[in-house]
């Protein structure tokens, strides 16, 4: 008679503990070398902004300039005073506000029109296109405080060449106006603008149109496609990365220029130039309230964060679809 023995139970594994990972020779180098610049970053931008944001909610004029600290806290007395339309202070905030934004749409408009069209003009190879490469990127390449002063005097009404070349050899104007004071100050500026960004947006645009393939131009020739058609279906779709970025980096460069107005007309700038980041500094330093300067450059940093938000957001809704 066979015997039937049951199988034996399964013996319980153990396994044994992972050993712990060791960090690798070396693993505080990546840390080492980023340290510094997140340091500078902090003492130059982050610090003082913050600061600022401090010096908002405080009534820090020139009584208390010495010892910046003890300024009493006044909470949202400078926003109200800065939003306040009905004052002195809040309308000049807001006409200046306005001065900008149609400032730095035109500036922004015509310098992206001026680059690509230069840009798609070079496109092909040419004798000559290095030298015209060249050329349009000087005003570019030239330091910003002498190029504007070289503009301050080609400007200037009696001894200006712009004047003399508009009157004396072309004829196009009767008398000698002022570039600098009145309503054609607002017409300097932007010129001088447009001068010194277009090249780089002409640069940008350049190094985007270098991704392009020349097939798909040559195959949409042979299609009958003329050159409005393939600069409207291949440039710009091809290009559409570039100038989300492009478009955006020159709104915020414009928006905040400082170095164009007060070079170009000094510290009394006349209405028509009143760019806002020139405004807020005279009314930080030609006023002494720094406190409603510093609430000043906050609704500022609070106007551009939202239009940035909102821009990248629209951008890539429509390349999600897309």
Known sequence: MATTT???PPRPTTRSPEPRRRRRAGWW??????A???LLELLIHLVPMLTGIWVSFTQLTRFFIRNWTEAPFVGLRNYQVALDFDGAVGRGLLSSFLITCAYTVIVVGVSWAL??????ALQRRFRGRAFFRTLFLVPYALPVYAGIVTWNFMLQRDTGVINHLLVEDLGVLDERPFWLIGGRAFVSILVVAVWRLWPFAFLMLTAGLQSVPDDIYEAAAMDGAHAFRSWWSITLPMLRPVNTVLVLVMFLWVFND???PYVLFGTSQPPAGDLISFHIYNASFLTWNFGAGAAMSVLLLLFLLLVTGVYLLLVNRRSRRA
């Open 36 to 38: 510094p610049a997140v």
């Open 6 to 8: 049951s199988p034996a």
């Open 29 to 34: 180098l990546p840390f080492a070398l980023v």
């Open 258 to 260: 400082f170095n164009t």
């Open 115 to 120: 680059g690509m069209a230069a840009a798609v």
